[in-house]
């Protein structure tokens, strides 16, 4: 029993999308409910069904599952083949004026002009994806103390069919493959008191880490807090976390992201916009 009474016994693919076994059944209800929106395949604003729709226009995936497959890990791109839903690439530029100081206090980064945080790969009819993404491993050897080597690969992004023009010159690139969703709800519950105690910013243990809290924007509250979600402790809270995802893989608004996903570069995605009211009500 790794997760002693939470743990849940079943076998195979869905071994870790299911509650925890200790979870109050009016938890459950709130579980399953949002593992319906977890798997749900969004559609274009129609007007007709607003349960479902608000996709786009720029979108990475039109589901969280596609991405997400049984709530598991993503996988590596096979060496020079086009990446697919579980690879994303984020954008960014170094902070070089005073306003992008500003910016980078708030959002953590500064986002390429053209293309935003994120190349989105698809997008709803009659848009331009930004653009598709090979990835070149280069290979090298490396020696443990004791003479073994092993191989080791570096992943290359390499850009193509970019459908808005080019990128700035100082364009940073991110890959990011999706990680498995197992355990995140327990990452919430650690009150901040024992992250801060954990701490050892000047490896006063001399274990060799030198671990920090990394202090982020919380939209929800309007002030810093210490960060815990995504590759990089990016995101402080799973509501934060969620909507930045709705947004920047799907295009879905929200009340913590209202805005859509386009530029200002990008006059076919503004103008695709339908309103300027949240897709998703939370």
């Keep these: ?7 849940v016994w079943v076998s195979g693919f869905n071994t870790i999308a299911k509650p925890s076994a200790n979870m109050p059944v ?6 399953h ?22 996709l786009g226009p720029l979108f990475h995936t039109d589901s969280c599952s596609q991405c997400h497959m049984h709530d598991r ?31 980078l206090k ?3 980064v500064i986002p390429e002009p053209t293309y935003g945080g994120q190349l989105q790969i698809d997008a709803i009819d009659g848009i331009k994806p930004e653009g598709k993404v090979r990835i070149l491993y280069e290979y090298f050897d490396v020696a443990f103390a004791d003479g073994h080597l ?7 992004v390499s850009l193509e069919s970019l459908g808005y023009g080019p990128m700035a010159e100082n364009t940073m690139m991110s890959l990011r493959i999706t990680p498995s969703m197992i355990g995140i709800g327990l990452l919430e519950a650690i009150p901040e008191k024992s992250l801060l105690a954990n701490a050892d910013p000047e490896d006063l243990d001399g274990d060799g880490i030198s671990g920090r809290a990394n202090r982020v924007w919380d939209r929800q509250k309007q002030r810093t807090a210490i960060g815990r979600f995504g590759w990089k402790a990016g995101t402080p809270t799973l509501r934060q976390q969620s909507a930045a995802a709705f947004n920047g893989d799907m295009g879905l608004s929200t009340s913590l992201f209202p805005q859509e ?3 200002n ?8 916009l339908v309103t300027n009211e949240p897709d998703v009500y939370d």
């Design 1 to 7: 029993m790794p997760g002693g009474s939470a743990s």
């Design 26 to 31: 009016y938890d459950q209800l709130d579980f």
């Design 33 to 54: 409910k949002g593992n319906a929106f977890f798997r749900m395949a969004w559609q274009p604003q129609s007007g007709d069904d607003q349960a479902e729709d608000g």
């Design 73 to 103: 890990r993503g996988h590596a791109p096979i060496d020079g083949e086009l990446t697919d839903q579980s690879t994303i690439v984020r954008l960014s530029v170094p902070a070089t004026t005073e306003a992008h100081q500003r910016q």
């Design 106 to 108: 708030k959002s953590g």
């Design 150 to 156: 092993v191989e080791l690969r570096k992943p290359l």
């Design 261 to 263: 996903s386009c530029t």
């Design 265 to 272: 570069a990008q006059k076919e995605c503004l103008n695709a």
